[in-house]
């Protein structure tokens, strides 16, 4: 057996143990974790938009529609320097408005998402924040559900997202992949030691966001959730909770073209660098080594003649692993069919993760028309 086999084997092994780890932390969080008061207090959901405007009408209707107390809830919009119709989309739906809920328009002195939600939530005098992204939509119980999972030491909520509509095979490739992503952090919550967290579906209390001073001063234009999330957990232990309600999940659009999916891979990844939770950089570190040690078999192959049933055996064991790992959670959120998407996930995966690694070191991402250093 060659060192790289050897290795990839070792290297197996550790990342069955993972997917085990994982596997208990999901059922605990699924046995043990209740939901919280049925208080629901005041909040503010805070969306920092830049050229949304082919989805704000959409997004307005589904947040004017949600099933919580008129008084207890606002939003406020934040306008990110958009070059499209964005603001007068947002004022010609305010002109036709019949509702009471109170709607904010901001505009964005600054720029990036970090510093569009800043300024929503400067203005917001609710007791929580929630935080979304402007091509989502939601349930009508969405905040109602998310907001119940609060109890008295809960100081940061995070929600399930998925990828819809995923009527392509890109779409559903995308749609098993946050499958997966939102399996791996909710089952983290369920050890109590939380690592991932997306925007899109996220809440926390304003007194302490602005005690640890609001997102930070790191450089990113982004990193609103995995970075905050960090913080959160380091200076209040146990203070984080998930959602684990199908009502409680939000839907977000997949990317619909390769650039557009590298261009937000890569913006993902390059949030890594400024991680300072040791678990996060760990856990991170081991599995973009694995995959790279997948790539490296395979592209070795051909030269080191190594025994197709080792290789195969290896990526089916990997593959069977994953599958026990991601069908209580596809059961759960009804999304059993995306199951279906996890042998080619096997060779997409491996691939993308070692490419966009390497490109997220540096060279920088476009998004949303603007260039961003990695």
């Known amino acids: 057996m060659t060192p790289l086999l050897l290795i990839t084997s070792g290297f197996l092994l550790v990342y069955i143990l993972l997917i085990a780890y994982l596997y208990t932390g999901w059922w605990r969080l699924r046995l043990f974790q209740k939901k919280g008061a049925e208080e629901l207090l005041s909040i503010t959901v805070v969306v920092a938009l830049r050229n949304e405007g082919h989805n704000i009408s959409a997004l307005l209707t589904d947040l004017c529609q949600q099933n919580y107390p008129e008084g207890d809830l606002e939003i406020r919009l934040v306008n990110d320097h958009s070059t499209d119709n964005t603001v007068e989309q947002i004022n010609h739906y305010l002109k036709h408005y019949p509702g ?36 989502c939509r939601f349930p009508k119980n969405w905040l109602r559900t998310l907001m119940g999972f609060r109890k008295a030491s809960t100081r940061m909520l995070l929600g399930p997202v998925k990828v819809a509509p995923a009527s392509f095979g890109f779409g559903q490739l995308q749609a098993f992949e946050f499958l997966s992503l939102i399996g791996f952090t909710a089952s983290a919550i369920g ?59 939000v839907a977000t659009p997949p990317a619909t073209s390769w650039q557009q999916f590298w261009q937000q891979r890569i913006r993902w990844a390059s949030k890594s660098k400024y991680y300072r939770n040791r678990m996060a950089l760990v856990m991170g570190g081991f599995l973009a080594l694995f995959n790279v040690l997948l790539v490296l078999l395979v592209l070795c192959w051909p030269i080191v003649a190594y025994p197709w049933p080792y290789i195969a055996g290896i990526l089916g064991i990997k593959l069977s692993a994953e599958i026990l790992f991601i069908f209580p959670m596809a059961y759960h959120w009804k999304q059993v069919a995306l199951l279906g998407w996890a042998f080619p996930f096997q060779i997409f995966n491996p691939l993308y993760i070692t490419f966009v690694g390497i490109r997220s070191i540096g060279g920088g991402f476009y998004w949303k028309g603007r260039k961003h250093r990695a």
């Open 100 to 135: 009471n809920i109170p709607i904010y328009l901001h505009d964005n002195p600054a720029e990036g998402k970090k510093a569009a939600l800043s300024i929503g939530i400067q203005h917001s005098r609710s007791a929580w924040i929630v935080t979304t992204d402007g091509d």
């Open 191 to 249: 050890h109590g030691h939380p690592i991932l967290a997306n925007g899109a579906n996220l809440a926390f209390e304003r007194a302490t966001f602005l005690a640890l001073g609001g997102y930070g001063d790191d450089p990113l234009a982004s990193g609103d959730d995995v970075l905050l999330l960090h913080r959160m957990q380091k200076a209040y232990p146990n203070s984080v909770r998930y959602a684990s309600d199908c009502a409680a999940m």
